[in-house]
């Protein structure tokens, strides 16, 4: 299954996270390349861009949207994961907020994995 393929890569990618406490990665692919990979980063707070993050910092959900306009990315799917500062998968489904900015964004549809290692998808509507 393609989305196994993708996520499998997200694995590799996410210790390139600076976090200190959770690590997510999102990867956003367009007819079967890659647009751009983004972490989350706890630097610089997510209110400087969005200010319905408040200081959660970036998501990498918003990192990997922001780079790009809402029609550039139209029809987009995205994967994301996350772990936790021990290595551990962590239930990776977009919160609240970066599935407003996802409806935003019209993506085709968001792939993540549980906290079991299963492939979930996002419902969008």
């Not at 647009?35 to 200010?51: E, F, K």
């Not at 306009?69 to 994967?79: A, F, M, Q, R, W």
Request: hydrophobic residues 35%; aromatic residues 10%; glycine residues 6%.
């Amino acid at each position: 299954m393609r989305h196994q393929r993708w996520l499998k890569f997200c694995m590799k990618q996410v210790t390139r996270s600076h976090s200190h406490h959770y690590k997510h990665v999102s990867i956003l692919v367009k007819s079967g390349r890659i647009l751009a990979i983004a972490w989350n980063r706890n630097d610089r707070p997510g209110r400087l861009r969005y200010a319905f993050y408040g200081d959660k910092g970036w998501h990498s959900e918003l990192n990997v949207l922001s780079k790009f306009t809402p029609n550039e990315v139209k029809g987009s799917i995205l994967y994301t994961i996350g772990v936790n500062r021990n290595g551990n998968l962590v239930h990776s489904c977009p919160c609240s907020q970066c599935q407003e900015l996802i409806h935003l964004y019209k993506l085709k549809a968001v792939f993540y994995l549980n906290k079991m290692g299963e492939v979930q998808q996002l419902k969008i509507s």
